[in-house]
């Protein structure tokens, strides 16, 4: 669930990209917020938020590098 509207140059990928990195941002201060009250391991937290930007990493791939080179590949 994004938390602040998209302000950027609208298109359908930037727009999920957004809402993926939103999300990416509050898991990781969850993560954080829950190591630091001693609920979560520093090595599960690691492990957690390794796992999470391997995600987004692949969200940026899929929705804005390959969108981009769609769009370069149909230009004159």
């Known amino acids: 669930m ?3 509207t998209y302000r ?6 930037h727009l999920l ?6 999300e ?3 898991r990781v201060s969850l993560l954080c917020n829950l190591e630091t009250a001693g609920k979560v391991s520093p090595e599960e937290t690691y492990q957690q938020i390794k796992q999470l930007w391997k995600d987004l ?5 899929t929705l804005l590098d390959e ?3 769609r769009r370069s590949d ?3």
């Open 2 to 4: 994004p938390y602040a």
């Open 8 to 13: 950027g140059e609208f298109m359908p990928e």
């Open 17 to 22: 990209f957004n809402a993926n990195l939103q």
């Open 24 to 26: 990416f941002a509050q």
């Open 57 to 61: 990493k692949s969200s940026k791939k």
């Open 67 to 69: 969108a981009d080179q």
């Open 74 to 76: 149909n230009s004159p």
